[in-house]
Each structure stands twice: as structure tokens, then as C-alpha cells.
């Protein structure tokens, strides 16, 4: 059966087609999906080598996406939200477990005009659509935020292993993008990417317990490679960091093995992430058999189609 008809199966019945936790050993297998779905290269909104490299590697790291003016609007928005009180005590806030520093703010396109507008911006969900050769939905969004000196840890994971499991997400039909809001340097907790590890899916051991989001979000140990698994990958591959600029673009593919060190110097660092979904792969009940995450988590019942604007923030 080819890959089409797989997914086009999976959708229909909801079979696991990538099994994780619930008492597996952990293991590294092949992919069953395409990386990228793009039927025509030359009809893509970047060059081809860019989505040649995405597909090899994972990931691709663009500068210059935005201009010196939407740049400030960005961080602009991103003070306003940090500082905004109401945001401290709602659920859509993740603190971090020691500090209780603002860790994530989920579901900032629902609530923020500017970064709504910016989900639909062409040069994100353009991009987005046209390598998952589908139409989009937000399946989520948040600010990252890692202080200086309090700012911790984001431990190694694939992120579809999480949806997937928690959420339904049935198969490697989507990506995240993420903005860089202030300067990535190598020593600030810069997201840290594993070329070609997104062409291998990491069985992850251990239970899923009900409501594992309410800890996991503000320290993951479950949905994590085992030491081996993780071993392997890198001394397959490398270790990539990915600094930029303010107003950097990161795209990366939903099974690439990422995460990022803390922050124990004086400059945060902070991003913006939309993650793109295929309507087609719109989220079934959760692998793991327990209750779905929350909508400001996942989206489940607001779905959303994105029709990539040109439009000026």
C-alpha cells in the first residue's frame, strides 16, 4: 500500500501507525511519510535547494524574512503579553517550576491581533501549505519566553511524538515555524536541532497519565528519546544550533529531534511558534487512550482554515 493510501487508511480508522509509550521499548524506526509533499518544486514560494535541504535535513533557518519595522511590532507584542497581568493566572500560562517566570503562553494567535494576522501571513503559511501540498490550520501557537539566568531547560523530544500520542495527530503531516523575537546566541538556550533525525521515530517508553500536560509542559521526562536512541541520532548526525538575529525564521519538520539548554545568562531569549497542520491530518482522539488535551493545547473543535494573506501588520 502506498503512503497516500496509508493516510487516507489512518484517517478512516484511526490506527496507530506510530506506536509510543504504553509499555514499548524504546526504538528508533523509519518514517512512513514524506517530509515534504510539494508536487512541484518549481512552484515553490522559496528556492528548490531550500526545500531540498528541508528534506534532507529537517529544518531550514532563514534570515531577513522580516523588516526592521515589523520586527519592533513583534517585540512590541511580546513586552505587552509578557507584562499583561490577566495572562499570569490563566491556564494558557506555563511558569517555569522554580522561578514561576512566564515559561510559554499558548494560543496567542486566538487572543493577539498582531500575531493572528501574522499566522496568516504568506511567507509563513505560504510556506507551510505549499510543503505539506495542503490547506493549513493552527494546531498550536505560543510565545516562548526564557528569561535570563531563570530560564530553563526544553529536554530533547520530537514533537509529533507528543501530538501524536496526546492529541490524535494521526501522521508527519505538519511543521512549526518559529520567529526569533530576540537575538539567539549560542550561549542563551537557542533551540538545538538534530539534522536527519526527523527521518527516524523514536519509540519513547513509559505510561501516559491523565493530565500529564499540567507537568509536562513545565518539565518533559515522558515522550523523550532513551539515552541510546538519542545517542545514536547525534552520532549519526550532529548537533545544530540555530542563532540568528531578531526576525530569524526556523521551520522545522514535526519529528525533528530538537530541545534547547537553560538560560543562565543575563540576555533572554525569546520565540514565537505557529505550527502548521495539514487539514487532512486533523487530530482523531488521543493514542495514548486518555482524555484530549485542552483547546488552547490543541486545536480540536476550532479548526480553521488559513488563507495565506499578503497583508501588512
Not at 499566522?119 to 503559511?125: G, W
Not at 507551510?128 to 510565545?143: E, G, K, P, T, W
Not at 501530538?163 to 515555524?177: N, T, Y
Not at 536527519?196 to 499540567?214: D, L, Q
Request: hydrophobic residues 35%; aromatic residues 10%.
Amino acid at each position: 500500500m502506498d503512503t497516500e493510501s496509508l493516510f487516507s487508511t489512518q484517517n478512516s480508522n484511526s490506527k496507530d501507525a506510530y506506536p509510543s509509550r504504553g509499555g514499548r521499548k524504546a526504538a528508533l524506526v523509519e518514517r512512513l511519510d514524506p517530509v515534504a509533499y510539494a508536487p512541484n518544486l518549481n512552484q515553490s514560494p522559496v528556492a528548490p535547494a531550500l526545500v531540498e535541504q528541508y528534506q534532507n535535513q529537517g529544518f531550514l533557518i532563514l534570515e531577513d524574512v522580516f523588516d526592521a519595522r515589523e520586527i519592533e511590532v513583534f517585540q512590541r507584542e511580546l513586552e505587552t503579553v509578557c507584562n499583561d497581568p490577566q495572562l499570569k493566572d490563566s491556564e494558557k500560562t506555563i511558569t517555569e517550576p522554580d522561578s514561576g517566570s512566564i515559561r510559554s503562553v499558548f494560543q496567542i494567535h486566538q487572543f493577539n491581533p498582531i500575531f493572528k494576522r501574522l499566522a496568516a501571513d504568506v511567507r509563513l503559511a505560504g510556506l507551510a501549505q505549499f510543503l505539506l501540498n495542503d490547506q493549513v490550520y493552527i494546531h498550536q501557537s505560543r510565545l516562548n519566553y526564557k528569561p535570563g539566568f531563570v530560564g530553563k531547560e526544553f529536554y530533547w523530544h520530537s514533537d509529533f511524538e507528543t501530538w501524536h500520542v496526546e492529541d490524535g495527530m494521526p501522521r508527519m503531516r505538519a511543521l512549526s515555524i518559529s520567529i526569533t523575537l530576540t537575538e539567539n546566541y549560542e550561549f542563551n538556550g537557542p533551540l538545538m536541532l538534530i539534522p536527519g533525525s526527523h527521518k527516524r521515530y523514536a519509540v519513547c517508553e513509559g505510561e501516559t497519565p491523565e493530565g500529564h500536560y499540567k507537568a509536562s509542559l513545565k518539565k518533559q521526562e515522558l515522550g523523550v528519546p532513551s539515552d541510546k536512541s538519542l545517542s545514536s541520532l547525534v552520532n549519526q548526525s550532529e548537533i545544530v544550533t540555530a542563532t540568528g538575529k531578531p526576525g530569524s525564521l526556523i521551520l522545522f519538520d514535526c519529528n525533528l529531534m530538537h530541545g534547547s539548554n537553560g538560560n543562565i545568562t543575563p540576555f533572554p531569549r525569546s520565540n514565537l511558534f505557529f505550527v502548521y497542520n495539514a487539514l487532512s491530518n486533523r487530530i482523531v482522539e488521543p493514542f495514548c487512550g486518555n482524555a484530549p488535551r485542552p483547546e488552547h493545547i490543541c486545536s480540536r473543535t476550532h479548526i480553521e482554515p488559513i488563507e495565506p494573506k499578503v497583508k501588512p501588520l
